[in-house]
């Protein structure tokens, strides 16, 4: 199993909806959750931090972290054009060989006007 | 302006001339990284640098080197590169490793190699 699983996508939505991307992962060290933002033609950037299980919420968008299952989420709402991206999840533990950053392989978001 | 800046942007070679990426960020980082993005692979670490002198094997570092003399620099090089090597390259860096430290890329590179 890989440490870190994203749902391929790609995923095309009408603007309004709501958008859930979603992650599972394997390793129970991991506590540190992000999420990544890259635009076409651009390297990725930071969107959404949390550490340790909740919600955290930024705007319309809300990361969810669920340590027990091994599973984060993306929640966009009210999804706009602008929205329209790749997102990378990215996991890290606190030390050692785990504090190394390790992505999802991204899925491509494309908000139709 | 914060950033990470790398060099060129756009490269067409041929198999087996060497070629260099440069690396550069003027945020005082300790770590930095080389990643490479495949359709279908995602980003995959090839080599990542602690701090200045120390350097290590990512996840395909196979047919690639570096160096870190300096902590802004780091610059990425392909001794014989081959058509497999066609891909998107992305530098980053961070002021520490792990613990959720947010990493910075810089524009990209896509290279092909013919």
């Known amino acids: 199993q890989k440490e870190v699983e994203q749902d391929p996508g790609p995923l095309s939505v009408p603007e309004g909806a709501i958008v859930s991307l979603n992650c599972t992962y394997s390793?129970?060290?991991?506590?540190?959750f992000m999420w990544y933002r890259q635009y076409s033609r651009k390297g990725p950037e930071l969107l959404m931090y949390?550490?340790?299980?909740g919600n955290k919420e930024d705007g319309r968008f809300t990361a969810q972290v669920d340590k027990s299952s091994k599973y984060i989420s993306l929640f966009i709402r009210d999804s706009q054009p602008s929205d329209s991206a790749t997102y990378l999840c990215?996991?890290?533990?606190?030390?050692?060989?785990?504090?190394?950053?390790?992505f999802g392989k991204g899925i491509t978001l494309s908000v139709r006007p | 302006e914060a950033q990470v800046t790398q060099n060129p942007r756009y490269l067409i070679t041929v198999t087996g001339k060497k070629l260099t990426v440069t690396c550069s960020q003027n945020?005082?980082?300790?770590?930095m990284s080389w990643y490479r993005q495949d359709p279908g692979l995602g980003l995959r670490q090839i080599y990542y640098?602690?701090?200045?002198?120390?350097?290590d094997k990512g996840d395909v570092p196979e047919g690639y080197k570096v160096s870190r003399k300096e902590k802004r620099n780091f610059p990425l090089i392909l001794e014989s590169p081959s058509p497999n090597q066609t891909s998107l390259y992305f530098c980053?860096?961070?002021?520490?490793?792990?613990?959720?430290?947010?990493?910075?890329f810089g524009p990209g590179t896509r290279l092909t190699v013919l």
């Open positions: 990215a996991i890290s533990g606190a030390t050692g060989a785990n504090s190394k950053l390790t």
């Open positions: 390793n129970s060290a991991f506590q540190y």
């Open positions: 949390t550490y340790s299980s």
């Open positions: 945020m005082n980082h300790e770590y």
């Open positions: 640098s602690m701090n200045v002198e120390v350097t």
């Open positions: 980053a860096s961070s002021l520490y490793p792990g613990q959720g430290d947010e990493q910075f």
